[in-house]
């Protein structure tokens, strides 16, 4: 998954067309410029290949994400849900915005369960989140008639899904709004990044402005633009967005090189039956960035943990004793370690965290095991390490 594995002779000649003419800022200096416009043409880059009207580059997936509830109007008193299997940033952002997230279950595809999403709908949830964790899909057709039958925004966080898609289109174009993050080890990187993707022209508007201090953005004059709402300073740098713009142009060497590793891993641990995978929506879209397997109890995945350490095996993870990804762990946020006092709102929404348990994700999450692919691997690397892995599988059965 890390593009930074790929850095090659595209992303240098972006970052010194920067350098050059000294713009570090995607607004404005036109005259100095020599036409570069490293951030606006990545947006048009996400654009075409995203077949998506509108792409808007922020300053990470955290605040892609802060964008995106902002232009939708949620915030204080409203709830969001989102998975307890995902990374903190998701709830980061909902507290951020002022609301409060709702935590669900997961189920077999390791994403958001449709039915734990209806059960948690209140008076007050204005938006689902789905995260697409792992490279593959939530159930977003589900997700889209739960979200019309109760009138809620779908906001999709596809960070970690780069370039898979669902039912022929791409993820994150599915819901109102969808986020990526360019971050140091996804799969396009910018060092530090996100966009937010959408069809709607007036959430584009919005976000355009909020992630600009509220500029209007009319006319070329920075100093005369007014200021029509409240926003903060979550740009990109013409320097990030032009490492992802030599990045961008490799995305589809990127994703068939993931598909071609991801499908000699998952060959040779099919023929071990007690290996089962993670249930994919639509095979054909997976992103293939991981490659995620159960083991039939949390014992046996333990030894797995412990007999590829032993085998010399790296890039895996078992989330289910992992800080960032999974519930158990997230003491801060359940203890609402905040630095400012919060809402009496969120407290009160919070509450409910306490006794809230999480039996059916900790069952999939305990047995999981989740192999990060990498693009650097050659296929011949490829194949001595899914022999390994059957081997070391196989050493504990
Ligand atoms: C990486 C990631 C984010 C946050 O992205 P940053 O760019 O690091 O802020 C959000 N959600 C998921 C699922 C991620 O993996």
């Known amino acids: 998954m890390p593009g930074f594995e790929l850095f090659g002779a595209e992303e240098r000649k972006e970052l010194n067309d920067v350098l050059e003419n000294g713009v570090l800022m995607r607004y404005g200096f036109d005259g100095m410029r020599n036409g570069h416009w490293k951030a606006k043409e990545l947006e048009q880059e996400l654009q075409k290949r995203f077949d998506v009207k509108h792409a808007q580059l922020t300053s990470s997936g955290t605040t892609a994400l802060n964008v995106a ?38 189920d077999d595809t390791l994403t958001l369960d449709p039915e734990a999403v209806e059960a948690a709908i209140t008076s007050k949830t204005k938006a689902v989140m789905p995260v697409h964790m792992c490279g593959s899909m939530a159930e977003l057709d589900a997700l889209q008639s739960i979200c019309k039958k109760h009138d809620l925004f779908l906001l999709e966080d596809a960070c970690q899904a780069f370039g898979g898609s669902y039912k022929g289109k791409m993820l994150g174009t599915i819901g109102d709004a969808g986020t990526f993050s360019f971050d140091f080890v996804k799969t396009i990187t910018c060092g530090e990044g996100g966009v937010v993707l959408t069809n709607n022209s007036e959430y584009a508007r919005l976000a355009d402005q ?103 095996i790296d890039a895996y993870w078992n989330y289910y004793n992992n800080n960032w990804h999974y519930i158990r762990k997230w003491d801060h946020f359940k203890e609402m370690k905040s ?59």
């Not at 939708?72 to 969001?80: K, P, Q, S, T």
């Not at 069952?363 to 070391?392: G, H, P, Q, Y």
């Open 69 to 106: 509830l902002a232009v939708m109007g949620i915030g204080a008193g409203d709830e969001v849900i989102m998975p307890c299997f995902t990374f903190v940033a998701s709830f980061e952002s909902i507290l951020a915005s002022g609301a409060t997230p709702v935590l669900v279950e997961i």
């Open 339 to 397: 630095l400012f006092p919060l809402s009496d709102q969120i407290k009160k929404g919070m509450e409910r965290l306490k006794d809230q348990s999480f039996p059916q994700s900790d069952d999939f999450i305990s047995r999981n095991i989740s192999c990060l692919i990498k693009l650097s691997w050659t296929e011949e690397e490829v194949k001595e390490r899914a022999t390994k892995m059957a081997a070391a599988i196989h050493s504990i059965l």
């Open 210 to 312: 909020y992630s600009d201090h509220g500029h209007d953005h009319m006319g070329s004059d920075r100093g005369a633009e007014t200021h029509p709402y409240l926003g903060y300073n979550f740009r990109i740098s013409e320097l990030h967005a032009a490492v992802g713009l030599g990045q961008i142009k490799k995305m589809d060497d990127f994703i068939s090189i993931q598909r071609r590793n991801h499908a000699i891993l998952k060959e040779a641990l099919s023929a071990i039956p007690e290996v089962t995978f993670r249930r994919i929506p639509d095979p054909e879209g997976d992103s293939c960035g991981f490659l995620n397997f159960f083991m039939p109890t949390a014992e046996l995945s333990n030894k797995v943990v412990e007999a590829f350490a032993k085998f010399g």
